[in-house]
């Protein structure tokens, strides 16, 4: 799994490339906890369009996060979610608690 972070506004952007399981899920949490502390952000963006599999570490990766930027007023956005991982989305009810957008240009003016 690879990681690339842009901050647009309040908004850290989270590209994530490749496969989301229980090999990748703490160094990606890792990465993504660290980078929320330092630049202190309130939302950020998980852009799913680079991933090719996501198991369930996948989906405790973004509701630990999600529950992170809660206690900060925050929010957790999805995008650029493939069919295969939209299944995964709704099957778990992730998409109840985060919001899902079809682009980087929506996910911002919406937030």
């Given amino acids: 799994m690879h990681l690339k ?5 309040d908004n850290l952007v989270v590209i994530l490339i490749g496969e989301l399981d229980h090999h990748s899920a ?13 630049e ?11 991933v090719t599999f ?10 630990g996060r999600y529950k992170k930027l809660s206690l900060r007023k925050g929010t957790v956005s999805v995008i650029s979610v493939n069919n295969n ?7 778990s009810g992730m998409f109840k ?7 980087l240009d ?3 003016s919406c937030i």
């Fill in 26 to 38: 703490e160094e990606v949490r890792v990465k993504i906890d660290d980078r929320i502390d330092r």
């Fill in 85 to 91: 991982l939209k299944r995964v989305f709704e099957l």
């Fill in 5 to 9: 972070f842009n901050k647009i506004q």
């Fill in 40 to 50: 202190n952000v309130k939302n950020i963006i998980f852009d799913f369009s680079g």
């Fill in 97 to 103: 608690i985060i919001n899902y957008y079809n682009n």
């Fill in 54 to 63: 996501m198991d369930s570490s996948g989906i405790g990766v973004v509701i």
């Fill in 106 to 108: 929506e996910a911002v």
